[in-house]
């Protein structure tokens, strides 16, 4: 299943640095089917990304050899005779070509953890934990990039910990990684597939993995510590009243709503 079509956030300036780095694309000419000639996106790589460090691929996309096989969510990788061996991405035109803060041609895989628990003292709302981003100040789910070679699982832990989890105290770290333990050891799949992520370009998009961890043992519930760290300023339980899913990043609030209709079920 995918988010709303057509992306909105992928096509805005709501990363800070995207702003003017995109031409405007209405909602009628977002898919590629529509013929668009005089379609000018902007051209933009970041010059973190062009330094080509380890995460990132070839400045020419001609030159990534396995890139017409690269995995995605999304069906075959597309490439247009016009797009220099770039592939398109399948959610249509997003205003800007290249790949903006994105270290890849084509899907870019994350892994994105909802750890879900029952409102202490309330009649059963839900909270989640969330991280606020260091780059948009936004709420978010404490996810981030598939390491080259990593499980998924892996992935939804290592950045959970990263993101809400820098405890420095042993004694604290291990009971943290305790409660990990049982909180990671039985997730439910909710979404695979394209984020309508700010950073997403023409030829670059981030694909992500969701999963919900449903938190059912009140002492974790209540003794889990959290502190953000890596890429996040804050670390906390978020409501997910109107206003805590209205403050997600990205379309963040898709993956969280299926999530609690999964935990409610
Ligand atoms: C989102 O970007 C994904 O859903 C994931 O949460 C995140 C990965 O990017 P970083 O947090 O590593 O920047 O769209």
């Not at 670059?204 to 449903?214: D, S």
Request: charged content about 25%; some cysteine.
């Amino acid at each position: 299943m995918a988010p709303t079509p057509p992306h909105t956030l992928a096509r805005s300036e709501r990363h800070p640095a995207y702003a003017g780095k995109r031409a405007l694309v209405a909602d009628d000419v977002v898919a590629w089917a529509t013929p668009w000639e005089a379609y000018a996106p902007v051209e933009y790589t970041h010059e973190s990304v062009l330094a080509e460090p380890p995460w990132a691929d070839a400045v020419d996309a001609k030159d990534v050899a396995e890139l017409p096989t690269r995995a995605s969510f999304e069906g075959a990788l597309v490439f247009a005779p016009a797009d220099k061996g770039r592939p398109r991405n399948p959610r249509g035109r997003t205003g800007t070509t290249g790949r903006g803060l994105l270290g890849k041609w084509g899907p870019n895989h994350a892994a994105d953890p909802i750890v879900v628990r029952v409102k202490p003292g309330s009649k059963g709302e839900y909270e989640m934990v969330a991280i606020k981003r260091n780059d948009t100040g936004e709420w978010a789910i404490p996810g981030g990039m598939v390491d080259p070679g990593e499980h998924v699982s892996l992935t939804l832990r290592r950045e959970f910990t990263e993101e809400a989890g820098n405890i420095e105290d042993p004694k604290e770290r291990a009971e943290f990684e305790a409660h990990l333990d049982a909180i990671f050891a039985k997730g439910r799949l909710i979404y695979e597939g394209s984020v309508d992520d700010p950073r997403n370009t023409d030829n670059a998009w981030i694909e992500t993995t969701v999963y919900l961890f449903m938190i059912t043992d009140d002492a974790i519930a209540t003794s889990l510590k959290l502190v953000g760290g890596d890429d996040a300023t804050q670390a906390c339980w978020l409501d997910l009243d109107e206003a805590g899913l209205a403050s997600l990043y990205a379309d963040h609030r898709v993956f969280v709503e299926r999530a609690i209709a999964m935990a409610a079920a």
